[in-house]
């Protein structure tokens, strides 16, 4: 069965179609949720949030883009908004940011020898801010204004997390490989 036509009876809420389309996408929708939760049944939780959000939004879906990559973004949003939901309060991230001139570096790339286990252990310690940021553009793929409109702040912000994010996590890892 072709991937729109199993999104067309998930439209109609054919059940059994609704079920191939969440055991097609929920292991690599659990993985995008585990690299933002630590906690195992959070990510669970989120990835189920997602696909009752997915089902009961499918008439917003457009085939212009994969439908994994929609789905992926509702995972990565309902990660945020549980991430924010935990904190008692947050500071804009303005105030914990100031803006810095200067370019983003192009063409960033790791050693071999590090890792994937390294590199998310690295990752983990970045400040919040910039560890999203980072995530969402290395990880994920997503460009500044993708960024900017999922966290809500300026591409002018996700620019400079993202600088400050990499530059972090470059002396990160230059400690492991000291190690």
Request: hydrophobic residues 40%; positive net charge.
């Amino acid at each position: 069965m072709l991937q729109t036509d199993l999104v067309e009876k998930c439209k109609n809420n054919d059940r059994r179609a609704q079920l191939k389309l969440y055991r097609q996408y929920c292991d690599a929708m659990f993985c995008v949720a585990r690299r933002y939760l630590h906690n195992r049944e959070d990510a669970e939780d989120v990835v189920q949030e997602a696909f009752i959000k997915a089902f009961r939004k499918l008439h917003q879906y457009r085939q212009e883009i994969a439908f994994g990559a929609w789905l992926k973004r509702i995972v990565i949003n309902n990660c945020l908004d549980r991430i924010k939901r935990e904190k008692e309060r947050l500071l804009s991230v303005e105030d914990v940011f100031p803006e810095i001139s200067g370019e983003e570096t192009e063409g960033w790339m790791v050693e071999n020898s590090l890792s994937p286990k390294m590199i998310a252990g690295a990752m983990e310690q970045l400040p919040e801010g910039s560890r999203y940021v980072t995530m969402l553009f290395l990880v994920e793929g997503y460009d500044h204004e993708e960024i900017s409109e999922i966290l809500g702040i300026t591409e002018v912000n996700s620019r400079t997390l993202l600088f400050r994010g990499k530059k972090k996590l470059r002396e990160l890892l230059k400690a492991y490989r000291k190690v």
